[in-house]
């Protein structure tokens, strides 16, 4: 089994930082690609960022320059550090690693989602 817990969200006003971390745990053998994705209400999830096993990383045009994603391999980590936070980044963000098993399967799971609050 596979767990996937998320935290650093909360409340900031804007231009204020905040750091996300998704930890996975259990029966991995490889962690291949990492990403972060948001939802706002009423609108359908979109991708934030997202970082290869060997580093190459993707960035959502709203969030360039001012968004971070990176990975700690050795803890099954992926970590975005955002700064110069603007309201319009206020949404629920959830992380997604593909990942293979001991077992050798291949899965893409889900965090179960923090909420950023950015307040004008």
């Known amino acids: 089994q596979v767990q996937l817990v998320e935290s650093g969200g909360g409340l900031v006003q804007a231009g204020g930082s905040l750091r996300l971390s998704c930890a996975a745990s259990?029966?991995?053998?490889?962690?291949?690609?990492m990403g972060w994705y948001r939802q706002a209400p009423g609108k359908q999830r979109e991708l934030v960022a997202t970082?290869?096993?060997?580093?190459?990383?993707n960035y959502a045009d709203s969030v360039k320059g001012r968004f971070t994603i990176s990975r700690d391999n050795a803890k099954n980590t992926v970590y975005l550090q955002m700064n110069s936070l603007k309201p319009e980044d206020t949404a629920v963000y959830y992380c997604?690693?593909?990942?293979?098993?001991?077992?050798?399967?291949?899965?893409?799971?889900w965090g179960q989602g923090t909420q950023v609050t950015v307040s004008s």
């Open positions: 997604n690693i593909n990942f293979v098993t001991t077992g050798r399967s291949q899965y893409d799971y």
């Open positions: 970082i290869t096993n060997d580093i190459s990383t």
């Open positions: 259990g029966s991995i053998f490889r962690v291949n690609a």
